[in-house]
Each structure stands twice: as C-alpha cells, then as structure tokens.
C-alpha cells in the first residue's frame, strides 16, 4: 500500500525559510495535501496541489511537486514563531476514499 | 469556509461510560465523514470512513460494536464509544469533504480520558 514518510523534526531561526520534505510511493497519487497541527488542536489544511501541477504558491507557502521521484515539499518563507507545529503531508489516490498521512514534522522555531 | 465543529473539546469519565462525540459540518455538506484517533506524537490512525445514510466502514482491527458511528444528516456524524475503558483514551479528531474531489477539513478534537 501507499507509505508516505516525513523528517521528524525540523529546527528554523525565526526569518528563515523553512521547508518541510515527504516522499510518497504511489505514483497514482492524484491529491497532495499539507496539513497543520497545533498542540490539542485538530488539523488545519494549509495547502494542497493535484498531480498535474508543479508547484503552488500561496502567500508565504509554496508546494512543490516532482512527480518523477515522488517528492513533496512545503516551503514557508519568513517563517514566524507562530508558525511552530507539527506539519503533516498526505496524499489520496483518485480512486481512493481515504487519504495516507505521513507522521508528520515537528517544526520549531529558534531565535 | 469549510468549517468542521466538533463537540465535546474535552470528556473525563469513569471506566464503563458510553460517550458521545459529535462532528457537525457548519457551512458545507459532508457527504462523506472520518473518524480518526491519535496517540501521543503519532500521526492519525483512521477508524471508519462514513457516507450519509450508509452504514460506516470500518478500518481492519476497528470493533464496530465498540465505535459506534452513525452519519444521519449531510452536516452530522457521531461517534459513540460504549463502555468505554481507559485503554480508549486518546486524541479523537473528525474530518469532513464535501464530494470525492474536495480535501478533508478538519475538527479540533476531543481529548476523552477514561478513569
């Protein structure tokens, strides 16, 4: 079955970029999405992108997607102190009704 | 848009309790609904995928008579875990799409604790 895999930890200087890599194995995967996870909360969807795009910006977040070697990544640019998470990847096959989480990132946020 | 309410945020109870968590989409309507758990610094662990008016489907190891899940409504979906024990405390998060080609919007979670 489909297994996405994340870094689990990532550790930033507030003002810098940040990005936040996954590797999925099914190459049907149609749906790519970045979701949020503050502590005790639920999950927030920042993102996502469809297989047939390369990459998506929004704000201070870009996707990219290589297809080819089945790699995604969040980039957060001027990244925030309220930017600290857990930031989980996932995917969904077109035919599929549930989407693969990977085990998430936990981003932290250094002065 | 696509706001997921879920209720109760928090539940303490004593072992045997049956408790009732609800998700409640607020301005779409979830055709399909998931239920999920969380442990400690893991990820989410699927449950049961429900589709409105059908009966939920159930993850390999999930025991259905456990959770119980029913999606009445296109804009609610409860979980019920009966006879609860303190090995089902955890992180319980509902997620909600409207139609096969729309992301999963989530709940906030409700933490249970079974005492």
């Known amino acids: 079955g489909e297994d996405v895999e994340q870094s689990l930890f990532l550790s930033v200087r507030e003002g810098d970029s940040s990005v936040i890599n996954c590797t999925y194995t099914?190459?049907?995967?149609?749906?790519l999405y970045w979701y949020k996870q503050e502590p005790g909360a639920g999950l927030q969807l920042l993102t996502y992108?469809?297989?047939?795009?390369d990459m998506k910006q929004d704000q201070r977040l870009t996707v990219l997607l290589n297809k080819k070697d089945k790699h995604l990544s969040l980039r957060i640019a001027d990244t925030q102190t309220g930017d600290s998470a857990i930031y989980f990847c996932?995917?969904?096959?077109?035919?599929?009704?549930?989407?693969?989480f990977g085990s998430g990132t936990r981003l932290s946020i250094r002065p | 848009g696509a706001v997921v309410s879920q209720h109760p945020s928090r539940v303490i109870c004593k072992s045997g309790t049956s408790v009732k968590i609800e998700c409640r989409s607020l301005d779409f309507q979830a055709t399909t609904m998931f239920w999920y758990r969380q442990f400690p610094k893991q990820s989410l662990m699927l449950m049961a995928t429900s589709n409105e008016g059908s009966k939920a489907t159930y993850e390999q190891g999930v025991e259905k008579d456990k959770f119980l899940i029913n999606h009445a409504s296109l804009t609610l979906s409860t979980l019920t875990v009966t006879s609860a024990h303190p090995e089902d405390s955890s992180f319980y998060i509902c997620s909600a799409r409207d139609g096969s080609n729309q992301p999963q919007h989530f709940g906030d979670g409700t933490r249970l604790s079974i005492l």
């Open positions: 099914d190459s049907s995967s149609t749906y």
């Open positions: 992108i469809f297989s047939n795009m």
């Open positions: 996932a995917v969904r096959g077109s035919s599929a009704s549930k989407i693969i």
